[in-house]
């Protein structure tokens, strides 16, 4: 559609034939992808919306237009708890990835003056992301589980006597395992941003005798929202559309909406899943459009 | 900044945090040493060996442990990774490429080709099932999961892409036109080797997203399991260490794959300072 438009717009004054020719060029270059994108992308989730309004029979949709699958979501105390655990776990992680990942930020892109030792500490910070996420997911089971890593070395540390056993398949092994696993979406940006800072912004409030502390508030915090922001956007729609984790690591003690289109889909229950993607769409939707009210990216980057 | 004090503890911090993201891999990594088939996925270890290694390429003895489902799953990630690989390259740079020039409507199709890496593959993989069950399409993974596998992966490549381009100086292929050499030599000889480091950079992120990449497989591969899935697959039942044995050596195939990259890279750097060098002589 948009690239319909843009055949339009030809500057037919100047340098005529160059000018028919580029718009030409233009499209039949972004064609492919566009195309592909509006294919395989915008009409699947279109679809979903379509079918969250279908009849749900015992094995089979069909398309007949109701409200019963929505009305079914919303009145089950399953369907609801699961958008709350959703939710819950999504804030918790988003903080824990911002509290976790932020100091290493801040050693990497303020700290070290070395801009060799940086990019490697920043490769070596990346380099999980290129392994395979469900082999990093179960990882976890042995360091966390009753005979694992870590129940093992506080034992032999005399700091417990039983091994505590809610380290594994609870809401706790949930949550460390996506700190884990996303908490590097936070550094990236975060450590870019104030890699930018001017070294003598900083420097000459040193010279003014302003504190560490005051310098952090008044100027490196401020100044690295911008990356705050964009890390906190690729956490979220991470988190909220996640259901491997907690497949793995609570024991199915944690389902959220991901899980929950997981078992719908298993079932055949086609039309509750996609009223749980729906959901799913407008929860996240909601969350990034807030993000991006924070900070105003275009301005800022 | 002279805070040394800060300094050295955000130092030890971050040392802990490298420790926090590859402790666990570690620790997974010394667990597939266990013994066999009666050795369990903890701690301690009993006696080291191989056992699972071998168990994983169907050398030994039958044992209750039934062997992963790998060999078929390997050949179809890796088919279903280069056939992404090549389609997500060849896309984003044509659509990099149309970026170039400023036109109307440039902002829509940018967030259009961005949403791909951005939609949870959750959702597009329930989408993309739904789509094919109304059109009476069968689900398979070099059909409907490669589909899904290229908008994930097309972005990166797109992006990657977008940021070479943007540093390139255009007056270089004009001024090779105007001398008169062909646009063929042109882009073998200028634009090629000023995009390659791109191109490389997004044939790696296409080809690993690919690779490890399940949730938008999981919906719309149908009945045959690609690596992912097999893994995926264990989460329900009894983890046992040949799962362990497998995670080492996906993971030596990524750093492997990231080492070619990385001297791909090197070698490509030095032959462009040594044209720069040439150039001045």
């Known amino acids: 559609m948009t690239m319909a438009a843009t055949s339009h717009d030809t500057p037919v004054e100047t340098a005529e034939h160059h ?22 992308l915008v009409a699947p989730i279109l679809m979903m919306v379509y079918v969250s309004f279908w009849t749900q029979t015992t094995f089979k949709i069909e398309p007949t237009l109701t409200l019963k699958s929505w009305v079914t979501f919303f009145s089950s105390d ?7 655990t959703t939710v819950r776990i999504w804030l918790i992680v988003l903080v824990c990835t911002l509290l976790v990942g932020y100091p290493a930020a ?5 700290f ?3 801009k060799t030792l940086s990019t490697a500490l920043l490769v070596l910070c990346v380099i999980p992301f290129w392994t395979s996420f469900l082999i990093r997911v179960l990882a976890w089971r042995p360091m966390l589980g009753k005979e694992g890593a870590i129940n093992m070395i506080l034992m032999k540390l005399g700091v417990v006597t039983q091994p505590i056993e809610v380290l594994l398949f609870s809401e706790l092994s949930v949550i460390i395992g996506m700190t884990q696993i996303y908490c590097v979406f936070m550094v990236g940006p975060i450590a ?5 800072i001017d070294p003598s912004v900083i420097e000459a409030a040193q010279d003014l005798g302003a504190s560490f502390w005051r310098i952090f508030r008044t100027i490196i915090l401020p100044l690295s929202m911008p990356g705050v922001v964009v890390g906190a956007i690729f956490v979220s729609v991470m988190v909220l559309g996640e259901f491997a984790t907690s497949a793995a690591l609570s024991g199915r003690k944690v389902n ?39 900070v105003d990216l275009r301005k800022e980057l | 900044m002279n805070a040394s004090g800060i300094k050295v503890s955000l130092g030890l911090y971050t040392a802990l945090f490298i420790i926090f993201l590859y402790g666990p891999l570690a620790v997974l990594a010394i667990l597939s040493f266990q013994t066999g088939p009666e050795g369990g996925p903890q701690f301690p270890i009993i006696e080291w060996s191989t056992y699972w290694y071998k168990h994983l390429f169907g050398l030994t003895p039958p044992s209750r442990i039934a062997p992963l489902p790998i060999e078929q799953a390997l050949v179809r990630s890796l088919g279903l990774a280069v056939m992404t690989m090549i389609v997500s390259t060849v ?15 440039s902002g829509v199709v940018f967030y259009l080709i961005v949403l791909g890496m951005m939609v949870p593959g959750v959702l597009v993989g329930l989408g993309m099932a739904l789509v094919a069950n109304a059109l009476g399409i069968d689900r398979h993974w070099w059909g ?3 589909v899904l596998h290229v908008v994930y992966t097309f972005p990166f490549a797109f992006l990657v892409m977008l940021a070479i381009f943007n540093r390139f100086d255009p007056s270089v292929e004009e001024a090779s036109w105007s001398l008169g050499v062909t646009p063929a030599r042109t882009f073998r000889k200028i634009t090629f080797p000023l995009i390659f480091p791109g191109v490389l950079s997004a044939m790696l992120f296409a080809f690993t997203l690919s690779y490890d990449e399940f949730s938008r497989t999981l919906f719309a591969s149908g009945r045959d399991l690609t690596l992912p899935l097999a893994i995926y697959g264990t989460f329900s039942v009894e983890v046992h260490p040949n799962v362990f044995a497998f995670g080492v050596l996906t993971t030596l195939f990524s750093f492997a794959l990231l080492g070619t990259y990385a001297v791909l890279m090197a070698l490509s750097v030095r032959r462009a300072k040594r044209m720069a060098i040439q150039e001045e002589a």
């Open chain 1, 112 to 114: 070290v003056k070395n």
């Open chain 2, 144 to 146: 409907t999961a490669f």
């Open chain 1, 78 to 84: 399953t369907y609801l708890g699961a958008l709350w």
């Open chain 1, 192 to 196: 870019f941003m104030l890699g930018r």
């Open chain 2, 91 to 105: 896309l984003g740079v044509t659509a990099a490429q149309a970026f170039r020039k400023k036109f109307r409507g």
């Open chain 1, 106 to 110: 801040l050693f990497v892109g303020l």
């Open chain 1, 19 to 40: 000018a028919r020719k580029q718009p030409d060029r233009t499209f039949w270059l972004l064609a492919p992808g566009a195309l592909w994108m509006l294919l395989f």
């Open chain 1, 256 to 294: 959220l909406l991901g899980n929950i289109i997981v078992t719908q889909v298993g079932s055949l229950k086609w039309a509750f899943a996609a009223v749980a993607g729906v959901v799913l769409t407008i929860l996240m939707g909601a969350v990034v459009a807030a993000l991006l009210r924070v």
